[in-house]
């Protein structure tokens, strides 16, 4: 044992013990000079002397032991041999000159926010903390410098608590390394909303794993807020400012970062959801808690419609966000989404929301924290609602249309019925778009979500309207864009079975046959290739039987689609580019102002078409009966009989003409003269007056006038076979020009009478002279044999003397005349016959007398058929035709050009 040291050598000394962190030797050391060695200067000694680096827990002990009462020398202390030798040599004069060059720091400073506990020790621990910050910034060893003295004072707890605490796990157990931490001071000088915002400010999307947003609302912020200096000042605790700040911080997470908010909802409780860690002794105290937390649940609610995320997670996370809400309000559990997306539950109670539903729309968007925001409200109300909305943007998304929780929302509210009607369009060519091949069970989920969207499960008093999305969207007007969508999709068992088999059937026939035909027409015009065995055609043609029962094929309107489609198909097997070369398409056909000029494209591109006439004019009574003729093109109302009859002659009148022109075109003027005599008013239909015959065919009469202007030539196609007109060919073919002339006499309007009558004679003579010169080669071959010199028996050739070295000639034509079923004999003395009957009326064409060749003037007398003189005969049939053909012209004004033929 030494002597006693002067008090200030035992200053020095205990100094010195600070100074090397020997904290068992200056316990002793002051133990022992307790009577020197105060409180205050000891506390002094060490804020100044002791490294702040120094582990707390090390020297806490002896604050505690300092506050309770003095340093007590330990019963082992004895054993401690303290080393005095730094102060050994110094003489006492040298000692007192150190101790007052010691500058030990003051306890107490201004401004020390020890809230009025101006004690020692209190003021001792907080600048030592203070002190600890600024030199070495080791926050993190503060509570343990701290936490043995909660109960000294609340101030220190409070401090503790609401500063160190959160601070020090900031910066070194949550987030350590990162940044350039804030030093106490500077902290406490922040703002309310910008010490939240530090404290925040480490969490985000890329580093958070599970749990740790939750952990840091719950250890950061939780104790922060448990400060009554956050909520003083404000009427309104949910308008605090740093709560203020929390609460748009979570929102603003929804809409940058939304991972980051449903984390934050889904791990923290709200307000009372505090982590004190260590300090046990302040229980969270906030009257105002529940008022808070539903504040906090509103800034969820407004997170979930903040949410801007797509994708089925974004979803799935406003899920999350609902179902927490849910749960922290007590309302019930939520099933997971998927779950409920199959059960379709019933949205009810949302009377509140929907009444206001204009305001309502704008609340979506902004105001979302406002406490008039009823979408936001912490109710069930509210929450039946996000649940509506999420579950629709979930079945649209499953039918692969993309929609966020506030654009559904407000399709909700508004009650636009237009742009609920377009959006409902596009979810059905989406849903159409994405439906996977020959998936049924896709197609019924499919038809019971739109519904669902429809009603949201609720039933509306006004029967075809709900509440849903597509609430203003009329029933019947949804299902029948499912059955076109189903029809467009082959779905023709499934669309069956809801919608002909069901007992509760959801369209009526009407609105059934409303939506096949519109299929069918979709489909029609949709179609590239006018086979009906493929493609757009085939499913055109299948729409049209796909309901048997409530559309049969008796019915109107299928029938005439059924017509169309025939029509279309029989110009499958033909070549057709319309003009710019573009292939033809059924759709084409549909359109088109005048359906038969496609007919004339297909006898332009195809060689020899113009052989089928049956088929061509089979499909214009398909086009008439398909009403692409009489201008009612498809409408609801069908065609008169009449009109259809009148639509129907024309046309075949069209074709026939074109035909026959296009034989010419193709120098097969066989076929075209075999369709003048048999198709353009043979002698049955001769009688007609002009004036009743149809204004507007002009094609007839004018394809028979080509044909009869045609002038053989080398091209020319043979006679298939050589028929029973004259050996002769050219005597035939002008023979046949005659016939086809006469015909166009027959058909043509008065105006045009005139000019073809022109023609008539300019033919007749060539044949007058063909048969003048064929006859003489007749006869010089005869006068071989048998010398005839009697003028004008050449015109009498017997019959049965006929020139057997040669093939068939022009008098044995003549000859046979009578048995040619269509040749020129019999329409001569057929319209001879009824000429004759009006034989007064001909006064201008009488001297002739040729007009009755079975009363004949001929001075010869009596000459049978066949002897008739082989010139007056064939003129005889000219004339004779055209008498019939144009009597009536004769009778009532007796025209220089028929009468000048006549007579000549
Ligand atoms: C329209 O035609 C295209 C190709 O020709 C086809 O892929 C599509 O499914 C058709 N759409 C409808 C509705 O028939
Ligand atoms: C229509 O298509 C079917 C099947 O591809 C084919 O067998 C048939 O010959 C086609 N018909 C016509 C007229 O092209
Ligand atoms: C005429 O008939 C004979 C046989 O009777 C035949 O060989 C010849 O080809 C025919 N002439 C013509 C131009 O048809
Ligand atoms: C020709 O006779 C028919 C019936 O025989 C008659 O209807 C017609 O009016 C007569 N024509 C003339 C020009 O007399
Ligand atoms: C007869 O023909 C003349 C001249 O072609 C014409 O002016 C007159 O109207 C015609 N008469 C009748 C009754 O058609």
Redesign the pocket.
């Known amino acids: 044992m030494q002597e006693a040291l002067s008090p200030a050598k035992a200053t020095l000394l205990a100094v010195h013990f600070a100074a090397i962190s020997d904290i068992d030797s200056f316990r002793q050391h002051c133990a022992e000079y307790s009577s020197i060695l105060g409180q205050e200067l000891l506390l002094r000694i060490i804020l100044t002397h002791l490294p702040e680096t120094l582990d707390p827990s090390t020297y806490t002990p002896l604050l505690q032991e300092l506050q309770d009462g003095g340093l007590k020398t330990l019963p082992g202390g004895k054993n401690h041999e303290i080393d005095s030798s730094s102060i050994d040599s110094l003489s006492e004069q040298q000692a007192l000159r150190k101790v007052r060059k010691l500058g030990l720091l003051d306890l107490a400073w201004p401004d020390a926010p020890t809230q009025g506990h101006n004690d020692p020790l209190t003021l001792f621990l907080f600048h030592r903390a203070y002190i600890i910050d600024r030199d070495t910034g080791l926050i993190n060893i503060i509570p343990d410098l701290l936490l043995p003295f909660a109960k000294h004072c609340d101030a220190i707890t409070t401090w503790l608590l609401t500063t160190i605490l959160p601070l020090s796990r900031r910066n070194f157990e949550y987030h350590p390394g990162t940044g350039s931490p804030l030093s106490i001071s500077v902290f406490e000088q922040l703002s309310d909303p910008a010490a939240v915002q530090y404290l925040l400010s480490e969490i985000s999307q890329d580093n958070n794993i599970p749990g740790s947003v939750g952990r840091d609302l719950r250890g950061l912020l939780g104790p922060w807020f448990n400060n009554p200096a956050r909520w003083s000042g404000v009427g309104d605790a949910a308008k605090a400012p740093g709560w203020a700040y929390f609460l748009q911080w979570l929102t603003t997470q929804a809409s940058r970062s939304w991972t980051v908010a449903v984390q934050a909802i889904e791990e923290y409780n709200g307000p009372a959801d505090i982590d004190q860690g260590p300090v046990t002794t302040a229980p969270p105290q906030n009257s105002q808690f529940d008022h808070l937390l539903k504040s906090y649940l509103r800034a969820a609610l407004a997170s979930a419609y903040s949410i801007q995320e797509s994708s089925l997670d974004g979803l799935l996370g406003t899920w999350q966000i609902l179902r927490r809400v849910q749960g922290l309000l007590d309302t019930g559990e939520l099933a997971s989404l998927e779950v409920e997306a199959e059960a379709l539950p019933v949205m009810s109670g949302l009377g509140v929301i929907l009444s206001k539903k204009n305001r309502n729309a704008g609340d979506l968007r902004s105001n979302l924290l406002d406490e008039s925001n009823e979408i936001t409200s912490p109710n069930p109300a509210a929450c039946t609602m996000l649940r509506g909305l999420t579950l629709s943007v979930f079945i649209l998304k499953n039918l692969g249309a993309l929609y966020s929780v506030r654009t559904i929302g407000e399709m909700v509210l508004l009650q636009d019925a237009q742009e609920q009607r377009s959006e409902f369009l596009k979810v059905v060519r989406l849903l159409s778009n994405n439906a996977p091949r020959d998936d049924d069970a896709y197609w019924a989920r499919a038809r019971t979500g739109i519904l669902w969207l429809h009603s949201w499960g609720a039933s509306s008093p006004n029967g075809n309207q709900g509440i849903g999305p597509f609430g203003m969207v009329a029933r019947h007007d949804i299902d029948m864009e499912m059955l076109k969508a189903m029809l467009?999709n082959n779905r023709f068992s499934l669309a069956r079975t809801i919608y002909e088999d069901a007992t509760e059937l959801p369209l009526s026939a009407d609105h059934i046959e409303e939506a096949v035909l519109s299929s069918a027409f979709?489909?029609f015009d949709?179609?590239?290739n006018p086979n009906r065995t493929r493609?757009?055609l085939k499913?055109c043609d299948d729409i049209t039987m796909a309901f048997p029962r409530t559309l049969p094929p008796t019915n109107a309107r299928i029938m005439r689609m059924r017509a169309l489609i025939t029509a279309t198909h029989g110009l499958s097997s033909y070549r057709l580019v319309l003009k710019q070369g573009e292939p033809f398409t059924p759709v084409v056909l549909r359109v088109h102002s005048d359906p038969i000029s496609i007919i004339e494209k297909v006898l332009e591109q195809n060689l020899a078409a113009y052989t089928r006439v049956g088929e061509f004019v089979e499909i214009s009574k398909n086009l008439v009966i398909a009403g692409l003729l009489t201008g009612s093109k498809m409408s609801k109302q069908e065609d008169d009989a009449s009109t259809q009859e009148a639509a129907t002659s024309i046309a075949e009148k069209r074709i026939v003409a074109m035909c026959i022109e296009a034989a010419l075109h193709e120098d097969d003027f066989e076929t075209a003269y075999s369709y003048v005599i048999s198709r353009l008013g043979g002698p049955a239909s001769t009688e007609q007056d002009p004036s009743i015959r149809p204004v507007d065919d002009h094609w007839s009469w004018t394809s028979a006038l080509k044909a009869g202007q045609y002038v053989r030539t080398q091209r020319s196609l043979p006679p298939t076979h050589l028929g029973t007109s004259s050996g002769n060919p050219e005597i035939r073919h002008l023979e046949q020009r005659l016939e086809c002339l006469a015909t166009a006499l027959r058909i043509a309007p008065a105006s045009q009478l005139l000019e073809i009558l022109k023609t008539f004679r300019r033919c007749e003579e060539q044949l007058d002279s063909a048969i003048a010169e064929e006859a003489a080669k007749e006869d010089a071959w005869d006068a071989v044999g048998d010398v005839r010199n009697a003028p004008g028996s050449f015109d009498q050739p017997d019959p049965d003397r006929m020139y057997p070295p040669r093939n068939i000639t022009a008098s044995a034509s003549a000859r046979q005349a009578e048995e040619a079923p269509m040749s020129l004999f019999d329409l001569s003395r057929a319209t001879a016959r009824i000429a004759s009957k009006n034989f007064t009326s001909l006064s201008g064409l009488h001297s002739g007398g040729a007009l009755s060749p079975a009363t004949s003037a001929e001075p010869s007398g009596a000459l049978d058929q066949a002897r008739v003189r082989k010139r007056d005969q064939l003129r005889d049939a000219a004339t004779g035709t055209l008498v019939s053909g144009v009597g009536w012209l004769i009778g009532a004004n007796v025209t220089r050009p028929a009468n000048s033929d006549e007579t000549s």
């Open positions: 467009a979709h489909a949709n179609a590239s493609g757009g499913k």
